[in-house]
Every structure is written in C-alpha cells, then in structure tokens.
C-alpha cells in the first residue's frame, strides 16, 4: 500500500479531500452512514488505494458513525450535506433516515454541487475523478452523477439474495406474499428457494408502501450503473449471481467479497479501528489468548438490532446457566430507552473467569481466534459473512431487513448454523448454545463452514473468482 503524504491534508482541518500525489486516477466514494455499509466501503477503498488510485470519501457528518478523517489520512475526505430531519434521526428508524437522504440529493442541488467541486478540481495537483463509487442504498446520488457525465459504480453491501429480493419486490406484491399476512408466515416463495414469507427482508411492521416506492426507485437506478459490485462471493451465491446477471441488464456485475478479507488493512491490528463507533476493546483478544481452542461462543447482534431488558435477562443466565465460555458484545445502546444496559443481580459472581462481556469487540479478530467455536448473531450480512470466512458455525438470532433471509441461507442453504426462534427464553438459548457447541449436529455444522472457510480462501489465491472481479474492476475504472 503506498504511503503518499496525505495525512497532513487530511489532518488538516478533517478532510478538505485534497491529496496532493502522484496518482493518476481517482475515485470518489459514497458510504451510507452505518457501521455495516462503512466497513465494506472502506475496505473496498482500501483495495482501489492499494491499486494505485487515490481516494477521497464523501461523507455524512450528522450521525453517530461519523467517520473520523484523522484515523485515514491515506483518504482524502469531503463532507456531505445531508439534510435529514433532526427527529428523523433521533427516531433511529434507518428506512426513514435512508430516504431522507435521498429524498434530499434528489430534491436539492447541494449533493450535485460537491459533485461538481470535486471534478473542478482535476489538474496539476489532484488526479481527475474517473467514477463515483455509492453505496446502493444512496441511489439519489446516482442522478447527480449522471448529471455532470459522471460514471457511477455502486457497491452492494448485502448478499447477492437479498439483492435479488429487491429486484424481485414488485412480484412479491403481485404474488400475495407482502405484505405478510401472520397466517403465511411459513409458506415457501416458491419463485425465490429457499425463502419463506417470514424471510422476506420485512417485518409486518414495516411500511411497505414506503418500501415499494423506495425499491423501485433503488432498482430502477441499479440499471443505470457502469458496473455492480457485491460483497460476496461466486461459490457462496452461484445461483443468486446467475439471476442478478440475467436481469438487471448491467454488463458488469462483479462478486469481489468478503472484502474484508481483500482489505490489508483488515491485517493490520492499527488499521482495525480505522472507522468509527465504540473503541474496539483488544483485551476480549488477551482473554481469548487463555481460553480453550474451539470453546468460547462469541455472542453479538451488530450495530444497530436491540433487546428489552427482559430479553437481556433471559440471554445473560443462558449464556451463564450453558456452563460455556462465552465473549458476549453488550453496546451501551443495546437496550434502547435505559440508561445503559443492567445484567442481572448475580451474573457477574456465577460467569467468572468463563464469560466476558465487553462494549464493542474487534470482531474480525475475534472470529478468527482459535478459541472461538461459535457465533449467536444477529445475521447482518457483513457479520454473516466475516463468520463464512472464518469458518465458524453459528446461532441465528435475525430481527429486521435483510437478516432473516441470512439466516435463512445459513440454516437451509449452506447448513452451517440453525435459528434459534420464538421468545427468548433461557433454557432455550441454554440448549441452543450447548447443540452449536458440543453436540453432533454442531459439529457436522463446524464441519461444513470449515469447508466453506476453504473455498473463501481460495477466491484469493491466483486465479481466484474475488481476485479476478477486482481485476476487472480495477481495469474498468482505468478505462473511465
Ligand atoms: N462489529 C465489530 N465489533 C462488534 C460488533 C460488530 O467490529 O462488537 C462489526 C462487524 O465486524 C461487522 C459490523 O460491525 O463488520 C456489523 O455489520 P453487520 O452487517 O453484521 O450488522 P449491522 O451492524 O449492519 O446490523
């Protein structure tokens, strides 16, 4: 990776996006403001850094992910106006907030206008922007781009399935199965196997009116882009690629993931925190270091899916009542409306020395620790898929967007994990954990991620399908 001077540039001021170097091409990338949709972007940035293209990140300043430009000055980084309602951001609700966004670069010049500042400054000191590279939810950027003969290259955080999930969301209508009715929770979507209606990227909470216009708008402009780009992988979602081709009607549609495994980054312990959020605690690492191989369940649901306090409870004596080592990831804003989440009265006395739980873990690193044997997730994909890497079966635990329909996959598809379904109860999760850790069936789990850690390993070696798309990918952005 090259080390041109622009920290100070980045530095200076947190992210004028001026990167005085000798790059000849640059690319202008878009990330959506949750930690799932960061990380990969960056990661991907990481790659195209790494290929010689410099790199500065448009950026939203208003959320809690605020990207820190200090902690990349290889990056050059431009804020982004984002014109989201301020109790649209306090609702937290992440539908709301993400057309919001859109509804504002679609309605305002202002997004254009950055745009425009940006490829202004192509000449002697700043190499010309040859694409703009989106995260797929801010397809109102897309428009702009076009506007001013700019390329655009979106970037699919999610899995190729959920993508065809989308494409398919007008039929789905048609067909009867959204929005659901509590009666065909169960009933097989016979056009997408191996989905059921309870799947299906949406709880009946969701406002699928909403929804459907959002969707048509997100895949009316994926047919517009110069080339797709998915963070997964040719032998995890052969079929599910195959589709995403023969429709979408985009010549290039390129499988380049787990990114975080392309990333160097991602190898190198500084570069970890390199985004956001809460202070990756390295010392759940040190505690990994004196456990058992294999032993400790890594419980985590992500960024964003929360608990009641009661559900906190029944997890915490699961997890102690399991007699099973455990590293369990509790974020401060995991029970929402509390001051901070309260374990139980006793827990902290009856896990000593065999449970951990900490506010935020360095996850890559915590999944691939020798002494982790399991993962209770919430299926975000980007946890899903750091998990396939590893080769570590897993508990599902989906709640919203596209997290069933990952776990689905996990359960039905790949057969490397099970969902743990109904309320949460102790001697449930109790059982759940000891099926996925000691039992047979968890093993025959283990067995197969392991051969699925074997095939993410091969997608980087010479010839390999993630290391051929990013070729392609590279050798497209030099040719805009
Ligand atoms: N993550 C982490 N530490 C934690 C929990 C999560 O670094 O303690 C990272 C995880 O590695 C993943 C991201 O946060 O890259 C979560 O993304 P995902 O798509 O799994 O879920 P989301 O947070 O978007 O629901």
């Not at 495994?261 to 390199?274: F, H, I, P, V, W």
Request: net charge negative; hydrophobic share 40%; with cysteine.
């Amino acid at each position: 990776m090259s080390t041109t001077s622009t920290a100070q540039d980045a530095s200076n001021g947190g992210g004028n996006g001026r990167q005085p170097h000798a790059r000849a091409r640059r690319v202008l990338m878009f990330p959506l403001p949750f930690q799932g949709h960061i990380n990969p972007m960056l990661q991907l940035a990481d790659v195209l850094h790494g290929r010689g293209l410099a790199v500065t990140i448009l950026h939203y300043t208003g959320f809690r992910n605020t990207l820190d430009p200090a902690l990349r000055p290889e990056f050059g980084f431009v804020a982004v106006p984002d014109g989201v309602p301020a109790d649209v951001v306090a609702s937290g609700n992440v539908v709301s907030m993400i057309v919001a966004m859109n509804t504002t670069m679609e309605a305002s010049v202002a997004f254009r206008d950055v745009l425009a500042a940006e490829l202004g400054l192509a000449g002697e000191r700043m190499p010309r922007a040859a694409c703009l590279f989106v995260d797929s939810s801010l397809f109102g950027a897309q428009k702009a781009a076009e506007e001013l003969g700019l390329p655009t290259i979106a970037l699919r955080t999610g899995s190729a399935a959920c993508f065809n999930c989308i494409l398919a969301y007008p039929m789905l209508h048609q067909n009867g199965y959204l929005p659901p009715e509590e009666s065909q929770l169960d009933m097989p979507v016979k056009e997408l196997p191996p989905l059921r209606v309870r799947d299906l990227f949406l709880s009946s909470r969701a406002d699928h009116d909403m929804l459907s216009k959002f969707l048509a708008k997100a895949t009316h402009a994926a047919r517009s882009y110069s080339a797709l780009v998915l963070n997964t992988f040719e032998a995890l979602e052969t079929d599910e690629l195959e589709k995403i081709r023969d429709e979408i009607g985009i010549a290039m549609v390129l499988a380049t993931g787990p990114l975080h495994r392309l990333s160097s980054k991602t190898e190198d312990t500084a570069g970890r925190s390199s985004n956001v959020l809460p202070h990756e605690d390295h010392t759940c690492i040190e505690w990994l270091d004196t456990q058992i191989t294999g032993s400790v369940l890594y419980v985590s649901v992500g960024s964003l899916a929360c608990m009641d306090s009661g559900e906190l409870s029944e997890v915490a004596w699961g997890l102690a009542n399991s007699g099973q080592p455990f590293l369990w990831v509790v974020r401060q804003d995991l029970v929402p409306g509390s001051d901070g989440p309260c374990l139980p009265k006793g827990f902290d006395d009856m896990v000593m020395g065999r449970g951990r739980v900490t506010p935020w873990a360095p996850q890559q690193e915590v999944l691939a620790h020798r002494a982790v044997g399991g993962f209770w997730t919430h299926n975000g994909w980007n946890s899903t898929l750091e998990s396939v890497a590893e080769g570590c079966p897993m508990i599902c635990r989906p709640q919203f967007a596209d997290q069933m329909m990952n776990a689905r996959y996990v359960d039905a598809v790949w057969g490397i994990g099970f969902e743990l379904e109904g309320e949460l109860e102790r001697n449930k999760i109790g059982e759940a954990i000891l099926k996925l850790m000691k039992g047979s069936e968890g093993e025959a789990m283990r067995k197969r991620a392991g051969e699925l850690k074997k095939k993410v390993a091969s997608c980087f070696e010479s010839g390999g399908s993630s290391l051929l798309a990013i070729n392609e990918l590279i050798d497209h952005v030099s040719s805009l």
